[in-house]
Structures are given as C-alpha cells and as structure tokens.
C-alpha cells in the first residue's frame, strides 16, 4: 500500500507502509537511516583498522628494532622475530593512510551522515533513490573487504604510499607488490563507484525534495555542506578512476600511461591523482565542518553568525578547491611557472577557511554556552583546525615547501585538518546524533572524558611532529638514525609513540562506550539538546518514513535565543506568531 | 617458503588470489615454472650406491692475464670498509697465478635421463658480509632450502632475477638475521644483486640433482657420488660463456673435465635462466 | 626537542629561511588571536543564570574586516614568495658559468657523474662516483637530476635544496653554499624497501681543496679509462 505525498516540486513519494522481514529492514534495507547506521558500524570497524596499522607503524618509530607485541603472528615476509621489515613498514603507512581516509573518515562524513541527515533535516520522507542508497552500501562493504583482504596475498598490501606514485606504484618489480597492488586499485575503483551513487542521490534529493518553505537560504549548514561535497565527488572521483584503470592497465597489459618508456610520463599519474586529490581533501572537511557549525550554534544558543557567509564560503572553498591541486607538486619536476599559479591560488584558498573561523568565533561570543560532549568537539574542531590552517600557509608558499616538502612537517598538517579536524567534528556528530539514531543518551561524563583524553593525547602525538618536520625528518622512513641530521630526534619518536599508543587506547574507550551506550543509554527523548533543526522533532529514533505528514518551513535553520520567544530555541517547522524573516 | 602461523595459512588458503597470474615482472619471458612438481611429486632417488659412485674431477683454467679489477669504494658504508684491510677489487675473471679460473659454476647438464633427486635437508648457504656476496656463486637444487644470512649491520635487500623461478627481493635490516627461501625449478643461472650496494652481485645455479659444484680459487672442481654413465658437463661464467665436455666415467671410476676459458670469449652469449640449447647459442643474453 | 631548522649553508636557503620565520610570526599573531580569544569567549560566554544569549545573524562590518585582512596577508605572502621562487627555480635565475654534476638516482644509491678534466658534463671525460657529491663552497652549482627507475628526491637540508627526480625527465636545480662541510643527500619521496637509507655524501671544500681533490678523481678515472 503506497500514499502519495506531494512535494513542493511535485515529485510523488512513495512511503512503504507494509511489514517488512528483518532482513528487509534491517540488512537489505533501502532506508536511508538504516543505510547511515550500517556506513556507521562499518567505518567505526575501519577506523579501529587505521588506528592500528597506525599504532604499529609508530611502535617502530618509537621503539626501533624492537619486536611488535603480537608481532610473532605475523609471516617472516612482514616481521620475522616480531620486528618489522622495510617493505611491510611502507605497507603499513601506505595502509594507513588508505583505510583512513578512504574507508574511515570520507565514509564517516558522508556515507554515515549524508544519508542519515539529509531527509530528515530537509523534511522528506527518504532518499530520491532508496535503491541506489542500499547499493552503494554494499558496494562500500565490499571495497573494504577487498582492500583488507590485500594483507593476505603473496607480496602483501601495497606499499608504495596511499597517493600511489608511479612508477612505483605501476611496477611490481620497484615495490616487490603485485597482486595486493591490483586489489588496493580494484578496491578504490568500487568504492569510488558507490561514492558516485551516494552524490548522485545527495544531490537530487537535496534540489528536489525540500520540505515546502524550505529554501536554499534557510537549509542547515550540514546540508550545504553535505550537498557541496557531494558535487565534489561527482566530478572528482571520475578522475580518479580514470587514473586507477590506467595504473592497472600499466601494471598488467605493458602499457606506459605512466612509465617514462615510450611516451609515457610519472608526472601524469601525479596530475591526475591530485586533480582528484585535493578536491578529496575538501570532501573531508566540508561536511566536517557543516557538523561543527550546527553543534557551536546549539551549544552557544546562539545562530549561526555570518550564515550567508558561511555559505559562500563553502561554495568557494569548493570551486578553489579545484585549481589548487599543483600544491602538492611545487617539487615534482613540473614546469616552476606552475609553481606560481598553483601558490596563488592555494594562498586564496586560506582566506575562506579564515572566514569560516571567525565566524565559529563570532557564533561563540556573546553565547550562552552549554559545554556538552558534542559541543566540547566542535570547539576542539575549531581550535585544532585553525592549527592546520596556519601551518598550511608555510607549505603554500612554494619556496618554504622546498625544504617542508615531504617531512613530517606535512604530516603534522595532515593530521590537524583530518583528525583535529575531520575526526574531532566525526566524533562531535557521533555524540549529537546518537540520541537521534539509537533512542540512547550517551553518557556526558563519560563523553567527556573521551574529549579530554583525545585532545590532550592527539596534540602530543602531533604537535611534535612540526619540529620534527623543520629538523627536516622525512616522511615515510623506517629509521631516521640512518641520517646525521636525525640523529637526536629518537626521544621525541619515543614521546609520539607513547602518546599515540594512549591515543589508540582512548579510540577504544571511546568504542565500548559507543557500545555500551546502544544497548545501556539513557533512553533518549526527542530532543535532548534542545535543537532547531527538523530532525530533532520526530521521535528519537524516528519511523520508517519519517514523516507521515511531511513538515513545512517557516525560518531559517539556528532560530536560538529569539527575543521574543519565551523558550530559547525554535524549530525551523515551528510556526511562532512571531516569526523573524530568514534574511541576515 | 616463509613459515607460516597456521591461521595465516589457513586464510592464505582462503583469500590468496591469483597464484600465477599477477606476478607481473617476476614471471616475464620464462612462462611460470612448469617444472613445479620436482620438490614432492617425485619418489625417493634412486640411492646411489656408494660402491660404485663415480667421480668427475677436473680444472677451470684461463688463458691470458685477467684484467686487474678496480677497487670498490666503500667509504660511504663504513661498517663494511671496515671489514676489508684494503679495498676489495671488483673483478669478473678471477684467475690464480697458475691460471686457475675461480668461481665457474660446473654441473651436469645431460646424462641422468629420468632419475629423479630428493633435495638436501641441509640448506645451502648465501652470506653477506663486508658487504660482499659470500660465496659469489653458490649452487643449490631445487626444492632445496637457500639460507641467506647477513653477517653485516647494514641494509642489505637480496633481489634475485630469475626468468623461470619467481623471484623475491627481501630486505635484511640488521645483522644475525636469516632468510631462508627455496627455487623449485632448475634455473642456471639466476642474479642477485643489492640496490643499496650496487657493487654486489652473486649467481644462484638451480639444478635438479644434487651434481654441481664450483671452481675453487687454484679453478678446481670434483663432483661425486655420481651414477656410472655417459655425461654432458657445462662450466658456466659469468663474463665468459659456457664451456661444455663430455665424460664417460665407469663404477667407482673418477673421470676428468678440464675446461679453458680465454679472454676472446667475454662478450659472448651467457646464459640466464634455462640452459641455452647448444644448437642455438644465441640464446638469453646475460642479466 | 629541538625546535630550529638545521645549520642554513646555502645563499637560497637564506631567503627560504627567512620566509619561513615570517610565515610563522605572521601565522604565530593569529594563532594567539584565535586561540586565547576562543578560550575568553568560553570562559566568558558561558551559560549563567540571568543571561540570555545575544540574538544576532552576523555584522556585515565584521565579514569584510575579516575577509580583507586575510586576503591582503596572503597576496602579501604571495608576492614575496613568488620573487623568491622565481630567484630559485625560473631558468634565467641560472647561473651561466656554474660547474654541471650529473645526479641519478636509482634504487637506493646516487651515482653522481662529474665533468672531467674539461669541466662540461656530457663527454668521455665524465667520471662517476657513487654516493659521494663534492663540490666547492662560493660558487654556483648546477645539477642535473634524473633517475632510472623510479620517483626520487635530491634532499640536502643544510643546502634548504630539494628536487624530485622522475625517471624521463633531466631536470636542472642550482644552488650555491656559503659554508664548508660534511652533509648528506638524503631521498624525500617513497622509492621502495631502500628508501630510508638512501643517502649519501655531500663535502663542501673551500676552493683550493676542491681543486686538488677534484685532479685527484680526474687522475684516477683517466687511470682507470685507460686499462
């Protein structure tokens, strides 16, 4: 039995209203917060991965030459006696890498809260195609497995860095990997193809699908966030794939797309990649910081400050975000003139980023500010994101990259924007929407905890690594004693692995208290942050479809504090007799 | 083979894919190892008896004066320089004051017809040490366990090139440290080399009986324990080519091989990876 | 932990240098500003009995503020960023009378090829060294890196010098040191099992020194060309 409820566009959807069998519902299922729930479980199990491959690569950083705990598990072709080789040390950071930002942080962004969010925060009943949704789960799914399962082949995992340069990354013979070579591209190449279908269905249920009243100027920050990123993909990840086919084909049918051999040029691959690649980058923050934008406003009871900014700013964050990708090649033999280019736009980048904090700022000042565990995140976000920027700004500009280029200086940077970051804002949203998803409060003591054990930890995991990148400590090295001028830089690896290993620690508290919350919590009520956006006033969690009558829109999304409404938060399908007009 | 935790190997059982197709560079032109079957499917050899093993004996010599060898400078790895009183010399021909030609890999290439050969339980044994290959060819058999030690503190990756065998390339980081890796098909011959010292180079023989043997530094050789018979002998040299004879030895009889190598055959075809067919010895070229 | 970049011995790696501690006075002003203000505002704006937060969408006042200082710092940085680059890497910054050593690199050693007795690379009279790159202090070097198999990159981090060398590609850097000394080449980009030892010796003579060593090799490879 079907009803029809008309959209403002007139688009009909069709809302199941018959039983459904337990796997329908809660395994094959075509719901999108189904969908966002398993993408959840899914990527907390590869976070745990990365967080591992991460810990085992610092052991031999900290402790060099030392057997790994557990490190007699593995064959002698990774660590004979438990103390890792070369080769499977350069797997791991190449693993490393992969697992997190493609089946952790990117699928934690956007496949958990994409899919989660969207219909509900626009006031609809699901996605613009359920099926497609299911299908880019599973395919999600199986890259992963796929990508896991290269540990076990004959040559292990790949090694040749998570960015893959070729020609080592083409030649069996350079990197001693070929069949895990064939299944890291096989597995980015599926998972690129159930990305696609995630933007595809983003971005049309986005356009088509708003509630009545609900303007382009009046959807959350997630949401144009979440609908900027998708766009991102959309043309991103084709280039990618592209890339990936002509990498596979050089590694196994003899051609030279990459191979300097008759025509071919390793520079290309590089091209290609970062054309991708940074524009990737910004699929990683954007949404992370559409989260933050929504927790700082309800935790400070305040709206957003600078919306239109805000929005701007994220739209050209995006469109820079496409012509600055010769950054990461200021050193890679491309033509100096490029050089210049590419400085000035990545210098231009920063000022959109520089908007966006301030305005955080300006949403914080004159607040009324509750310190709750999501909200303890999203300012962490701020303070921690506003580090990567800064040192962002050394790197854009081209001649301090000539010595930073490629030390741990970048890596520091990389770290700050993507977990400071990304994973600080991740963590932040798990926090705020469990209520909504599982119907269970997590514990704010506890949640707590979890905060001040991460920021503490992850600043002296990665605050040392600045200096170490200035004493010009390359990254991807398995033993910096093999160089003079690394020769005192052992304690501070040391320190870094010690913090890490707490760090990975604290992840798991933070794991069985997510657990233990599910089956444990509080139950949850509607809305226990007293929030303004629309999913905050369906059911904790909600039914199958939503809405039945959908909701219609009246203001813009961080109505908080309005004078003349009594309670200090208004939701953006409350209609008040007075109502302030959605302009700034 | 690596030994392997049983779990892994149940999961390797499981997971691996493509155990002869994605090799890539490792398989090129040989074709993969039909000759997989020597190391199990074979029975037990035929015991020789000792009472009539015969022997084939003989010198490598060299006429000429070999080139001198440059010195190799390893002043850049100082804990194997200080291995060496004076710089080690590089050199290809390494022929004694009497004319011996050390370092010719001799074995038989015809004359066993289908006997069959257990491999050895004792591993033969590859070291590297002052950053030199030691021994600088060693012969092994199929299915034999190599043992590749390093006797130095210093990185050194063992990448061997073979053309029939998959090859591997194996980093030993530290000192003490052992690999042990097995050929299962005859292979004569198969390079190693070290990327981090690219002066280092040694020559793997893989036979499939246990009758090869290397010239000693005076170019000596024997070979025992063999079955009576008509037999081909090839001495093989790493600039010089191949050099072939054939001896007829009786029960209990020792035969000889003298074979000769000269200057005016450097240059010439030097087989890698299957034996050349001496009818056409155009062949592989050398590495 | 030791928060300094390493001795600066080069003439280019004193404006990189100097760039560098800008960049991070500049970026070191704003963090402060953000980071202390971030921490007053929680302090202050905390949620009190009696107070009510402050009802606004934004000041537009505040946007540009924010968007302009910005946005001049970075066009700022840009400008003397990009005369800097262009000083190093722009083809007319060559010297015109620099002493060319041919660099390749290969997996995981750097074979550095001189010009021989006629001091012009690319003729019978070349010689090459493995892992030894000598070269006088107060004059201008050129290099031209390749490679033969994969990606590397020359890193000399007292000479603030890095250049990726990409197997195809002859790709011409230039520097000039200003102190003499014992450093290393070490390789900036993932090349393999051997990547994290690839390095190798870097002597800065005064120039008398290099004269005489640089017959010494010339000497021994005419020797040695000769047998």
Redesign the interface.
């Known amino acids: 039995m079907a009803t029809m409820a008309s959209e403002p566009t007139g688009i009909p959807v069709r809302v199941e209203e018959h039983p459904q069998s337990f796997i329908r519902k809660y395994i094959f299922s075509t719901d999108h917060k189904v969908i966002g729930i398993q993408f959840l479980f899914t990527c907390l199990f590869f976070l745990l991965i990365g967080g591992l491959l991460a810990v085992m690569l610092r052991f031999q950083l900290g402790f060099p030459g030392a057997a790994l705990p557990g490190g007699d598990l593995l064959p002698d072709t990774m660590a004979p006696d438990g103390i890792i080789l070369p080769e499977f040390y350069n797997s791991l950071v190449t693993m490393h890498g992969t697992f997190m930002v493609f089946f952790a942080i990117m699928p934690l962004l956007v496949g958990v809260y994409a899919n989660y969010l969207i219909p509900v925060q626009i006031g609809t009943h699901d996605m613009a195609f359920p099926r497609l949704n299911m299908i880019s789960y599973w395919m999600f799914l199986v890259s992963g497995l796929v990508m896991l399962s290269s540990f076990w082949v004959i040559g292990g995992a790949s090694a040749a860095g998570w960015t893959q340069y070729a020609p080592l990354s083409a030649s069996p013979e350079a990197s001693g990997v070929s069949t895990g070579q064939i299944l890291w591209i096989l597995s980015i190449a599926i998972f690129g193809f159930s990305s696609l279908l995630g933007s595809i269905n983003y971005i049309t249920t986005v356009i088509n699908q708003r509630a009545p009243g609900m303007t382009w100027f009046r959807l959350p920050l997630v949401i144009w966030a979440l609908f900027i990123t998708a766009i991102l993909g959309l043309l991103a990840i084709p280039v990618l794939t592209a890339a990936l086919i002509m990498l596979l084909f050089d590694q196994t049918l003899g051609t030279t797309f990459f191979l300097p051999t008759e025509g071919g040029q390793p520079l290309l691959w590089q091209h290609l990649f970062w054309f991708f690649g940074h524009p990737e980058v910004y699929i990683l923050i954007l949404p992370a910081m559409g989260f933050v934008s929504e927790i700082i406003s309800n935790g400070s009871r305040k709206p957003i400050f600078g919306y239109k900014s805000m929005v701007f700013a994220i739209i050209a964050i995006a469109f820079l975000g496409f012509i600055v990708w010769g950054h990461h090649m200021f050193q890679s033999g491309m033509n100096p003139a490029l050089g210049m280019s590419f400085m000035i736009s990545t210098l231009i980048i920063a000022v959109p980023s520089a908007i966006k904090v301030f305005n955080w700022m300006g949403t914080i000042w004159g607040g009324s500010i509750r310190f709750h565990t999501p909200m303890l995140f999203a300012v962490g976000f701020v303070m921690l994101f506003a580090i990567g920027g800064f040192s962002g700004i050394f790197m854009a500009s081209s001649p301090v990259d000539i010595y930073i280029h490629d030390t741990y200086f970048i890596v520091a940077h990389i770290h700050y924007v993507l977990f400071g970051g990304s994973l600080f804002a991740i963590y932040g949203a798990i926090y705020y929407w469990f209520p909504k998803m599982f119907g269970r409060l997590i514990n704010e003591t506890a949640g707590r905890i979890h905060f001040f054990l991460t920021f503490v930890l992850f600043n002296l995991v990665f605050f040392p690594m600045h200096g170490l990148g200035m004493e010009g400590m390359m990254r991807r090295i398995y033993d910096p004693s093999q160089y003079e001028h690394l020769a005192d830089i052992q304690d501070t690896n040391t320190l870094i692995t010690w913090a890490a290993i707490g760090l990975f620690i604290s992840g798991l508290y933070f794991g069985v208290l997510f657990f233990w919350s599910l089956f444990r919590g509080k139950p949850a009520p509607d809305n226990p942050w007293e929030a303004t956006t629309m999913e905050w006033t369906l059911p904790s969690p909600p039914q199958h479809g939503n809405w039945k009558e959908l909701p219609t829109v009246y203001h813009g999304p961080f109505e908080y504090s309005h004078p003349d409404v009594e309670k200090d938060w208004l939701s953006q399908n409350e209609r008040p007799d007075v109502v302030s007009p959605a302009h700034h | 083979m690596?030994?392997?935790?049983p779990?892994?190997l149940a999961?390797?059982a499981a997971?691996?894919?493509?155990?002869g197709g994605?090799?890539?560079?490792?398989d090129a032109g040989g074709g993969d190892a039909g000759a997989d079957a020597s190391t199990d499917a074979a029975p037990a050899a035929p015991a020789v008896d000792p009472a009539v093993a015969a022997t084939i004996s003989g010198t490598v010599s060299f006429a000429g004066t070999a080139?001198?060898g440059?010195p190799i400078?390893m002043?850049?790895e100082p804990t194997c320089a200080e291995k060496h009183a004076t710089a080690p010399l590089a050199m290809s021909i390494r022929a004694g004051a009497d004319g011996g030609l050390a370092n010719v890999f001799v074995y038989v290439k015809e004359g066993l017809g289908d006997m069959t050969f257990s491999a050895p339980a004792e591993p033969a044994v590859i070291d590297q040490d002052g950053c030199e290959y030691k021994p600088h060819i060693v012969g092994v058999m199929a299915g034999q366990n190599l043992a590749i030690r390093n006797s130095d503190a210093v990185?050194h990756?063992i990448n061997t090139q073979p053309t029939t065998n998959r090859g591997f390339?194996?980093?030993q980081?530290?000192a003490g440290?052992e690999?042990t890796r097995t050929f299962s098909a005859a292979e004569v011959m198969i390079p190693v080399k070290c990327?981090?010292?690219?002066?280092m180079s040694a020559y793997i023989g893989v036979t499939d009986n246990p009758y090869h043997a290397v010239s000693a530094a005076d170019g000596s050789f024997t070979i025992s324990g063999l079955p009576p018979g008509d037999y081909v002998i090839e001495a093989w040299h790493e600039t010089l080519g191949v050099s072939t004879q054939s001896v007829t030895v009786g029960a209990a009889e020792t035969g000889t091989a003298d074979f000769s190598f000269s200057e005016d055959m450097a240059g010439g075809p030097v087989p890698m990876g299957e034996p050349i067919d001496l009818a056409h010895p155009e062949g592989h070229a050398a590495g | 932990m030791d928060w300094s970049l390493p001795l600066n011995a080069s003439t280019q790696g004193v404006h990189i240098d100097n760039l560098f501690w800008l960049i991070f006075w500049i970026t070191g002003v704003a963090f402060v500003l953000v980071e202390v203000g971030i921490l007053w505002f929680l302090w202050r704006y905390r949620a009190r009995d009696g107070h009510k937060a402050r009802y606004t969408h934004g000041h537009i006042g505040a946007e540009i503020v924010w968007t302009a200082v910005p946005a001049v710092t970075m066009v700022f940085l840009g400008i003397y960023s990009g005369i800097i680059w262009a000083d190093i890497r722009s083809p007319d910054s060559f010297p015109d009378d620099a002493m060319t050593i041919g660099v390749v690199a290969k997996q995981f050693e750097w074979n550095v090829t001189y010009p021989g007795a006629d001091r012009v690379l690319g003729n019978d009279d070349d010689f090459t060294i493995r892992n030894r790159f000598e070269f006088p202090v107060g004059e201008p070097v050129v290099v031209r890196l390749e490679s033969e198999d994969v990606i590397h990159s020359f890193f000399v981090p007292e000479l603030r010098v890095k250049q990726d060398a990409v197997p195809g590609m002859t790709i011409p850097i230039w520097f000039e040191a200003t102190e003499t000394g014992e450093f290393q080449i070490a390789c900036a980009e993932l090349c393999g099992l051997g990547h994290y030892r690839m390095r190798a010796r870097v002597v800065v003579h005064e120039a008398d020194a290099f004269d005489s060593w640089y017959d010494e090799q010339t000497g021994a490879a005419l020797a040695a060309a000769a047998e």
Not at chain 2, 2 to 5: E, Q, T, Y
């Open positions: 690596s030994r392997m935790n779990t892994w999961l390797v997971l691996t894919i493509g155990c994605g090799e890539g560079g490792a080139p001198a440059t400078d002043s850049e990185l990756n390339n194996i980093s980081p530290r440290m690999t990327d981090v010292h690219g002066w």
